[in-house]
């Protein structure tokens, strides 16, 4: 998720919401809000096959993330989501 988005669609302001998406896993809709400290994700997915995990990439460093309001592993400029994931809160550096 994210991996060819522009580094300006994270700009503070900028909303991105997609759909029903079709995917080999079966539709998905997401909606990014990017502000000055955050971006928050809302991912909902109508997963016929559920995928083992969902990377989002980002193009700025990550400080903190929460997923579903609670802390979670990230790397620099990754986070792995899992298919029950619904919200994403990431703090930038």
């Not at 809000?33 to 460093?61: I, K, T």
Request: glycine share 6%.
């Amino acid at each position: 998720l994210g991996a060819a988005f522009p580094t300006h669609w994270y700009e503070p302001g900028t909303v991105i919401t997609v759909d029903n998406a079709p995917s080999s896993f079966g539709t998905i809709s997401y909606r990014i809000e990017a502000g000055e400290q955050r971006v928050e994700l809302q991912l909902e997915g109508d997963y016929r096959f559920p995928p083992q995990s969902v990377r989002w990439n980002v193009p700025f460093a990550i400080k903190s993330a929460l997923v579903n309001d609670r802390k979670a592993l990230h790397r620099e400029h990754t986070i792995l989501l899992l298919p029950q994931t619904r919200k994403v809160v990431l703090s930038r550096e």
